[in-house]
């Protein structure tokens, strides 16, 4: 695909992101500190005002949750080699953002990578991604199956009940498929947090650091599962059978651009530039935007508003025919259950 940026050049969409793919490692560092040092500070203030009141205490919660999400995004960044251009220095800030996130770096990016190379795919359906049926899938399925998909698709499940049940015991426990590196990353992980909980019992107690700790990790995993959701499950979202696959046409197109209030897209790292983050995993999340503003070829992607993406909430089915999401509402207006 070419796109004409001037009378006398042409370029291709490679030509156009690899403008940005270079990390520059005192903008990276700025945001270690920016984001680390904060949420150190927060954690401070919660342990000295966790006896006064409740009230004090959940906005700082929320503070926390936020600065753990724009951690994530730069744990995010690390996974895909775009936060330093030495990998080494990728993996060691991989590794130590994931004991923060309780995610184990080297699994999580060996499963992302995945979901990176089949997002948007109807045949290639499953690692690292949220579980979504097409209305003939369920259809055929038997009730069993229709009971747990409704259970799962519940938005307490998926929101509540699931980000709890994968950041605190599926992550611990490495999966069939995990290489010996991944499994490597799970234990490695694991090790850590329980250090690090060590040591925080010692210094605060025990019972307070579950009770900062825990609901600040609940949050975040909710906030984070919430945006994964909404960067690929919204109205017009592109999906296809493999042989008509595109990946240009997935990145633009099945991925949303989010478009959020600027102290939200501080908190969420620029990941509401999904589209663009779909085409080229290797721009860092502050490049993000700049990749926006300066090309008219992202500028045409629909943006979501905050408001607008609770929308999405309805959805539960890929309806193939009609090549849109629907609830479970489609299936009553068919007569078929």
């Not at 899938?137 to 998909?149: C, F, M, T």
């Not at 925080?200 to 990790?217: D, E, F, R, W």
């Not at 663009?276 to 979501?304: G, M, W």
Request: aromatic share 14%.
């Amino acid at each position: 695909m070419k796109v004409l940026t001037n009378q006398t050049k042409t370029e291709t969409w490679q030509d156009i992101v690899a403008k940005y793919q270079n990390p520059q490692r005192a903008r990276s560092i700025g945001q270690l500190l920016n984001t680390l040092i904060p949420y150190a500070f927060v954690w401070y203030v919660l342990i000295k005002c966790l006896s006064i009141s409740l009230w004090i205490e959940l906005p700082l919660m929320l503070i926390a949750a936020g600065l753990l999400v724009r951690i994530f995004i730069i744990f995010h960044d690390c996974g895909h080699g775009a936060f330093f251009k030495s990998q080494k220095a990728n993996n060691f800030w991989g590794f130590i953002t994931g004991v923060l996130l309780f995610t184990p770096y080297q699994n999580w990016r060996h499963d992302h990578a995945i979901h990176h190379s089949h997002s948007g795919n109807l045949d290639h359906r499953g690692i690292g991604e949220i579980w979504t049926m097409t209305v003939q899938e369920y259809l055929k399925s038997s009730r069993w199956v229709r009971i747990k998909y409704r259970f799962a698709r519940n938005p307490f499940c998926l929101f509540i009940i699931g980000p709890a049940i994968l950041f605190f015991i599926l992550q611990r426990i490495p999966s069939k498929r995990a290489s010996p590196i991944g499994r490597k990353s799970v234990h490695l992980t694991t090790a850590g947090i329980f250090i690090v909980a060590v040591i925080m019992s010692l210094m605060v107690g025990l019972k307070t650091y579950l009770l900062i700790q825990l609901p600040i990790v609940m949050m975040a995993a909710s906030i984070g599962v919430w945006l994964f959701y909404i960067q690929h499950q919204f109205e017009g979202v592109y999906w296809e059978r493999h042989a008509h696959w595109d990946y240009l046409t997935e990145a633009l197109k099945g991925s949303s651009f989010l478009k959020l209030p600027k102290v939200l897209q501080w908190f969420t790292g620029n990941i509401g530039f999904h589209h663009i983050h779909h085409l080229s995993p290797r721009i860092p999340n502050y490049f993000l935007e700049r990749c926006y503003k300066e090309n008219p070829i992202f500028q045409q992607i629909k943006p979501i508003t905050f408001l607008k993406s609770f929308q999405s909430l309805a959805f539960r089915l890929w309806d193939e025919q009609h090549n849109r999401l629907v609830g479970f509402d489609y299936l009553k207006k068919l007569k078929l259950g």
